[in-house]
Every structure is written in C-alpha cells, then in structure tokens.
C-alpha cells in the first residue's frame, strides 16, 4: 500500500477478494473524495477479473466500520451551486450502486459504527454481516446536520427495510443497535468478532449457491410494493409526528419523508434522481450551515483537553464521593455508577439518603426496551454504591464532589471537616451555579486541588458540565476533571471564575427581559411565544417555574451584586415569593400545575393580581421586538465575557448555551446567530432599546467588530 492510502485490496480465499477500510492516523474512517476515488479505482480493477466469486468490504480498526462522508468537505462546499449539489449526490450513488452490479457476491463485514455515507455503503452491498458488540450499529445521523443521505440511502433503505423502517431511521438520525437492524432486514447475520471474517466468506459462499442475492438486486431495484391506502397513511402519519418533533424549525427529516415517499412508485435509478434533486434544497441553507456548525463545536470540545500546555496529564479517577443525595448530588452519583465506577455518598438527612440511593438505582438499571428499571442490572449496580454517613469512608476517594445546599458557609465547613481526610492528590470539587470558587476556596490547605464542576439539572439528560478554574487551582486540576466529565459521558467546558460561570450570567439578561418585558406590557403568552419561534425548548416565563421563584430570585441578586449597573431588580420577583407562587415546586407560578398532566402548566389569570399593579405602561411588542430583547443583551453579555476571558475560545459561548440551556442548534449557537446578523446590525437593532440603559448599549468589542467587519470566530 502508498502511503496515505487507506483501503487495502486481500484475499480470503482465492475467488473472494477483501478491500479494507482503515485510514491512516485517524480514529475512525471517513468516506473523503480521495478515498471515494481509491474505491472506484478498486471496484475498476476488481470487475475486469474473471476469477472473482465475492468481495468483502470491511474496516481495519476495531469497533468503527466507516464513520460517513468527510463533514469538512461539506463545509467547504457549502456555497457550490444546486447543479453541483446534484452531481455530487449523484456521483456518490452510482459509485455506491456498482456494488449492486459487480458479476459477484458483495458483502459488508460491519464491526462497529456503521453511519451515514459508511451506512449507505453498506447497504449497495448485496448482504451484511455485523458483530454483536455495542459498539456496533446502522444509522444515517445527517439530518443532524440539516440534510438526509444522498448517496442512495433513500432509495436503497426503503427497498431492503421497507419504508415505514427506513422513515424511522433516516428522519430520527437515532442508530439502530444489532437487534432492530436485524429485525428490521438491514442486516443478514450477527455473528462474534473473532468470527467476521469467516462469516462473510460463509454468506459469499452461500450465495455462490443459492443466487438469491441476483433475485435481491432485481427486487430492490425496483419501486415499493405498497397500495395508494398504506402510502398515503403512512406519509400523513409519519409527517404529523416530524411536525410535532422538529416544530417546522428542522426541515431535513420532513424533506427526507418527501423524498421516500415520492420515490416509492419510481424504480431505483429514477428514485436516485429525485433524492440528489431534494438534496439541492437543503445543501448549504442556514439550517445546514448552523447545524455543521454545531458538529464543528462538538468534535473541538471532544478534542479539547481543558488545558493548554501538552505537557500536563490527567489523573485517573477511579472511584468518586459525592456528598448530597438530592436531585443533583443523586443526578451526579448515578453518571458514575452508570459508567462502572464505586461511589460513595451521603446526606445530612437519612430519609434523603435512602431516596438518594433508590434514585441512583432505578436511573442506572433503566432498560428503554422494558421501559423501566432492570432489576438484574439493578443488583449488577448496588455494590458500586456505598451509602454511608461517615466522613472517612470518603478518604480513598479520587474525586469528591460536593453537591449540598447552595450556601457558602454550609459548603465550607463540610470542606473544612472532608479535606484532612483525603489524598494530596485527591480532587475536591463543588458543584455550586453562582458561588465563586475563589470564595469557597478560602479556608482550603490544597486550593491547587479545588475546582468547580457544575453540572445541569436533570443530570441524567443535560450533556455540558462547567468545569471551573479558580484563581489557585492548578493546571493538572483542571485536566483531570474535564477527562473525567468525558468518561461519564458529559461535554465539559473550562471556565474562569466569575459571578454566575458562563451559562447562568448569559442565561441572567434573557431572564431577566423577560420581566422587564412583563412589566413593560407585554403578556406572558407573547413573551414564551416568541422565545419558542425563535427555537427555546420553553420560554423564559415557564422557565422561571422550572427554576423556581426563590432560586431565580438568589441567583438574581448575585448577579446583581457582582453587575448593579445593567442586572434590574424586578419587583415582580419578590412578589411572586412573597404570594408563595414559586413554580412548579410550589404548584403554582405563573401558571398553575395543580391537576395538570405530567407537570403541565396551564394558564392561570390569578397571577394578573400580582402582575397587574406593577406595570408600567401598556406597550404592544411585535414578536421581533421581543426576541430582541431577549436575546441582543445576551449577546452584549457575550462581548463582556470574551473581553474578561471568561472562557478559552469563543465557541465555547456556543456550546454552553446549546448544552446548558438548550438554545437551538439550527442558530448554531449564540455567537454564530449574531455572527450571520453582523456586528454592524446588531447596534443598528439595539438603538431602539437605548433606553434601558447600560444593559442595552453596545460594548467596545462589539463596535470594533463592527468597525473592521469581523465575526466572533471562524466558521467552517
């Protein structure tokens, strides 16, 4: 093999050649157009020979068959012209369909992740064999990226799964395990690692006999066997459910049901024709721009290491304590457990620490097949957890977070009692949202060895943890806690110390607008109206409910504290408190959730009462207007934290807000939004909220930004 190839051409046996994927000095293999080249090159040589029965396509590292296409193509050729489009769609089909075609058996030998342009390969060959191993599975994920599989996965899936199957897959993006894609017909064989090899050559061998694979390739290249009536109520259904889903905000997967179900009365190639035609809509919109942005975001923080200096390694963290059973400290010892590792935990209440524990075990043994607990895996998990209510059984501990009520002295008297016992190695972490770390680092003997590692609540679904840096702590601090929040399966960003982190002093302004916006007005309706068409799961005023009156009230007057001259006190707040309407701790907020279904708020007129004596003019706000004031003095808190280096790379901004808050991937982040609106118009957009002062007033970065045309960061 020349160097920098990845497939090498071998033989299995003398008629049964074998290409085999494995690129060099990556992790997993991706279909680049140079390796697309290298197949059609192989697939040339391979169809003029006459001694050939079968080919194997199968992967040289084990547990990844072919990750998909090469997403920093795509990037780079977002702004190629619909022809283009079309004719890169359909030179990747016909290259593709070739293994549909060859004068032999073609088999895929799938150990591992099998996705997107790796998953349509896969599936042009006439059989598949995978290995039973987690790791492995079938999916397309590109409407996560704002497109659908274009290389015939349209056309191939639906013929060999059936369309309903093929819907599923393609307009979810979720992968199917070795099972569902078994049952669904994708594949042909499971079979155990160690035996892939042997199997492929057993399925060409098979199929030398019984010619099924030729009736397959006549079939498939057909249209669907499917009457008007299961067409017709398979495409309402299936669109209803991705309306509800994606809220019109995603247009990928609704294309992509289009797509199949304009195809299904079309033979492959005609169907081929009109999947590269759809894809020319969704290449290269906003929506795809925005959503590669997001993948962009992802892959650096999966590549970031928390530190700068290469030279600094991590600490292993093999076990973990964590003091506090409640929802976030039970939240944070069952991330640990899930993943095999021995925590130890207590509670300064009894009655909390038994519920802590049963929490802890009904998350970990959750089976989404039963749909509830497994209780085999629930006796598999128990011996990882050791409930105790003595201090010293946390002195083997590599990590300890502590998770207790969000009140200073408390926090530090419990270090004050916990940090003796520990290893000078030993990592003591707080799980604190607004308490600065240098404060409760104040009284520590080993300042270097404390940091913050803030998680999101519910633990168990928000993937961004806020791993922040104090003024002592230390480099290898901060590295170990950030590879442990990725072995737990988290996304952590490392922030500097600072009044509200990174998430909760961007999410402050847009909560805090929004009773401005109250009192200036506008109704509750318009104000969560207008957050969700923008994308917000929910909108600041039900927000505010999740939260909890008294909690944003804390928060807010910390914020305050740190920034009196753009964080309002809104007299809302108090009142609210004050009437016991607290949100959905208390039942009622400003909606009601006594009867409600699953927590379900509904609207409540009573909260007028509270709402009423305090406005101060009755203002109509168009929906425009309102996101503006939500979302412009988030992005000026933005400039403030860049200016302040609150976090390393700007992106950072970006992933936070999406993982911590959930603000919509098709923006592609906060500074990525602002970025495709320009510096330049977001002044022209503030200058008619001049009047609320400093909050509201372009910052010294953002009008030099303006001045030489410059975005926030690069975007692929």
Same mark, same amino acid.
């Given at each position: 093999?020349?160097?920098?190839?990845?497939?090498?051409?071998?033989?299995?046996?003398?008629?049964?050649?074998?290409?085999?994927?494995?690129?060099?000095?990556?992790?997993?293999?991706?279909?680049?157009?140079?390796?697309?080249?290298?197949?059609?090159?192989?697939?040339?040589?391979?169809?003029?020979?006459?001694?050939?029965?079968?080919?194997?396509?199968?992967?040289?590292?084990?547990?990844?068959?072919?990750?998909?296409?090469?997403? &920093?193509?795509?990037?780079?050729? &977002?702004?190629?012209?619909?022809?283009?489009?079309?004719?890169?769609?359909?030179?990747?089909?016909?290259?593709?369909?070739?293994?549909?075609?060859?004068?032999?058996?073609?088999?895929?030998?799938?150990?591992?992740?099998?996705?997107?342009?790796?998953?349509?390969?896969?599936?042009?060959?006439?059989?598949?064999?995978?290995?039973?191993?987690?790791?492995?599975?079938?999916?397309?994920?590109?409407?996560?990226?704002?497109?659908?599989?274009?290389?015939?996965?349209?056309?191939?899936?639906?013929?060999?799964?059936?369309?309903?199957?093929?819907?599923?897959?393609?307009?979810? =993006?979720?992968?199917?395990?070795?099972?569902?894609?078994?049952?669904?017909?994708?594949?042909?064989?499971?079979?155990?690692?160690?035996?892939?090899?042997?199997?492929?050559?057993?399925?060409?061998?098979?199929?030398?006999?019984?010619?099924?694979?030729?009736?397959?390739?006549?079939?498939?290249?057909?249209?669907?066997?499917?009457?008007?009536?299961?067409?017709?109520?398979?495409?309402?259904?299936?669109?209803?459910?991705?309306?509800?889903?994606?809220?019109?905000?995603?247009?990928?997967?609704?294309?992509?049901?289009?797509?199949?179900?304009?195809?299904?009365?079309?033979?492959?190639?005609?169907?081929?024709?009109?999947?590269?035609?759809?894809?020319?809509?969704?290449?290269?919109?906003?929506?795809?721009?925005?959503?590669?942005?997001?993948?962009?975001?992802?892959?650096?923080?999966?590549?970031?290491?928390?530190?700068?200096?290469?030279?600094?390694?991590?600490?292993?963290?093999?076990?973990?304590?964590?003091?506090?059973?409640?929802?976030?400290?039970?939240?944070?010892?069952?991330?640990?457990?899930?993943?095999?590792?021995?925590?130890?935990?207590?509670?300064?209440?009894?009655?909390?620490?038994?519920? @802590?524990?049963?929490?802890?075990?009904?998350?970990?043994?959750?089976?989404?097949?039963?749909?509830?607990?497994?209780?085999?895996?629930?006796?598999?998990?128990?011996?990882?957890?050791?409930?105790?209510?003595?201090?010293?059984?946390?002195?083997?501990?590599?990590?300890?977070?502590?998770?207790?009520?969000?009140?200073?002295?408390?926090?530090?008297?419990?270090?004050?009692?916990?940090?003796?016992?520990?290893?000078?190695?030993?990592?003591?972490?707080?799980?604190?949202?607004?308490?600065?770390?240098?404060?409760?680092?104040?009284?520590?003997?080993?300042?270097?060895?404390?940091?913050?590692?803030?998680?999101?609540?519910?633990?168990?679904?928000?993937?961004?943890?806020?791993?922040?840096?104090?003024?002592?702590?230390?480099?290898?601090?901060?590295?170990?806690?950030?590879?442990?929040?990725?072995?737990?399966?988290?996304?952590?960003?490392?922030?500097?110390?600072?009044? =509200?982190?990174?998430?909760?002093?961007?999410?402050?302004?847009?909560?805090?607008?929004?009773?401005?916006?109250?009192?200036?007005?506008?109704?509750?309706?318009?104000?969560?109206?207008?957050?969700?068409?923008?994308?917000?799961?929910?909108?600041?005023?039900?927000?505010?409910?999740?939260?909890? #009156?008294?909690?944003?009230?804390?928060?807010?007057?910390?914020?305050?504290?740190?920034?009196?001259?753009?964080?309002?006190?809104?007299?809302?707040?108090?009142? #609210?408190?004050?009437?016991? &309407?607290?949100?959905?701790?208390? =039942?009622?907020?400003?909606?009601?959730?006594?009867?409600?279904?699953?927590?379900?708020?509904?609207?409540?007129?009573?909260?007028?009462?509270?709402?009423?004596?305090?406005?101060?003019?009755?203002?109509?706000?168009?929906?425009?207007?309102?996101?503006?004031?939500?979302?412009?003095?988030?992005?000026?808190?933005?400039?403030?934290?860049?200016?302040?280096?609150?976090?390393?790379?700007?992106?950072?901004?970006?992933?936070?807000?999406?993982?911590?808050?959930?603000?919509?991937?098709?923006?592609? @982040?906060?500074?990525?939004?602002?970025?495709?609106? @320009?510096?330049?118009?977001?002044?022209?957009?503030?200058?008619?909220?001049?009047?609320?002062?400093?909050?509201?007033?372009?910052?010294?970065?953002?009008?030099?930004?303006?001045?030489?045309?410059?975005?926030?960061?690069?975007?692929?």
């Amino acid at each position: 093999m020349s160097e920098g190839k990845t497939i090498t051409q071998s033989m299995a046996a003398p008629d049964i050649a074998v290409l085999t994927f494995d690129t060099p000095g990556k992790g997993a293999n991706v279909l680049s157009q140079p390796v697309l080249q290298e197949l059609a090159a192989h697939l040339d040589e391979l169809e003029k020979r006459d001694d050939i029965a079968g080919l194997i396509i199968r992967s040289g590292k084990p547990g990844a068959f072919i990750a998909g296409a090469d997403i &920093r193509e795509f990037a780079a050729a &977002r702004d190629i012209t619909k022809e283009q489009i079309i004719e890169m769609c359909a030179g990747g089909r016909k290259l593709f369909m070739r293994l549909a075609q060859m004068p032999f058996v073609t088999v895929a030998a799938i150990d591992g992740t099998c996705l997107g342009g790796g998953a349509e390969l896969a599936l042009w060959c006439d059989r598949r064999v995978v290995t039973r191993d987690r790791k492995t599975q079938i999916g397309f994920p590109e409407v996560k990226i704002g497109i659908y599989p274009a290389w015939g996965g349209t056309v191939r899936t639906p013929r060999i799964a059936g369309l309903a199957n093929a819907v599923e897959l393609i307009s979810s =993006g979720e992968p199917a395990d070795v099972d569902k894609a078994y049952k669904m017909g994708l594949v042909d064989d499971i079979v155990a690692g160690d035996r892939l090899q042997e199997a492929a050559v057993n399925m060409v061998r098979a199929e030398q006999k019984t010619g099924d694979y030729q009736r397959d390739r006549q079939r498939w290249s057909g249209p669907l066997s499917l009457d008007d009536t299961e067409l017709n109520f398979l495409a309402a259904t299936a669109s209803a459910y991705i309306q509800q889903q994606t809220k019109g905000q995603y247009p990928a997967p609704i294309a992509a049901l289009n797509v199949m179900v304009g195809a299904a009365r079309l033979d492959a190639e005609a169907a081929g024709d009109l999947e590269s035609k759809g894809m020319a809509d969704l290449f290269g919109t906003p929506v795809n721009r925005a959503l590669i942005n997001v993948f962009f975001l992802t892959d650096h923080n999966k590549k970031d290491r928390g530190v700068d200096d290469p030279n600094v390694k991590p600490r292993e963290v093999k076990s973990v304590g964590v003091f506090g059973a409640g929802i976030m400290g039970s939240g944070i010892a069952a991330a640990a457990v899930r993943r095999g590792l021995p925590v130890t935990i207590t509670d300064a209440m009894p009655e909390a620490l038994q519920r @802590g524990v049963r929490t802890i075990l009904e998350e970990v043994s959750y089976d989404k097949t039963k749909r509830g607990p497994d209780p085999k895996k629930a006796l598999d998990r128990a011996p990882l957890i050791n409930a105790t209510h003595a201090d010293a059984e946390y002195a083997d501990c590599d990590l300890v977070i502590e998770a207790v009520v969000e009140n200073p002295e408390v926090k530090t008297e419990l270090y004050r009692r916990v940090e003796p016992l520990l290893s000078d190695e030993a990592i003591l972490a707080s799980n604190t949202s607004t308490i600065p770390i240098a404060r409760l680092a104040e009284g520590l003997k080993r300042p270097e060895r404390f940091c913050g590692i803030h998680f999101f609540n519910p633990v168990r679904r928000m993937p961004l943890v806020e791993v922040i840096r104090g003024p002592k702590t230390s480099d290898e601090t901060v590295a170990t806690a950030v590879a442990y929040a990725k072995a737990i399966g988290k996304s952590p960003i490392v922030v500097n110390d600072g009044p =509200g982190f990174l998430v909760n002093r961007l999410l402050l302004p847009y909560m805090n607008e929004a009773l401005e916006l109250l009192l200036d007005g506008a109704s509750i309706e318009e104000v969560d109206k207008a957050a969700k068409k923008f994308g917000m799961p929910m909108g600041p005023i039900t927000l505010y409910d999740v939260v909890g #009156m008294d909690t944003a009230l804390y928060a807010g007057r910390v914020m305050r504290d740190a920034f009196p001259d753009r964080c309002v006190e809104s007299p809302l707040l108090p009142a #609210m408190v004050e009437a016991g &309407r607290l949100g959905q701790k208390s =039942g009622v907020g400003f909606f009601n959730y006594k009867g409600g279904k699953r927590g379900k708020g509904v609207p409540d007129p009573t909260v007028q009462e509270i709402i009423k004596p305090l406005v101060r003019q009755q203002k109509e706000f168009s929906t425009e207007e309102i996101q503006n004031r939500l979302f412009l003095p988030m992005v000026l808190e933005a400039t403030r934290i860049l200016e302040e280096k609150i976090v390393r790379d700007p992106r950072d901004v970006d992933l936070g807000l999406i993982f911590g808050t959930g603000f919509p991937p098709f923006k592609g @982040g906060l500074l990525f939004w602002a970025d495709q609106l @320009g510096a330049a118009k977001i002044i022209e957009l503030l200058k008619p909220l001049e009047s609320l002062g400093p909050r509201a007033k372009p910052t010294p970065m953002l009008l030099e930004m303006a001045k030489q045309g410059r975005p926030f960061y690069d975007h692929p």
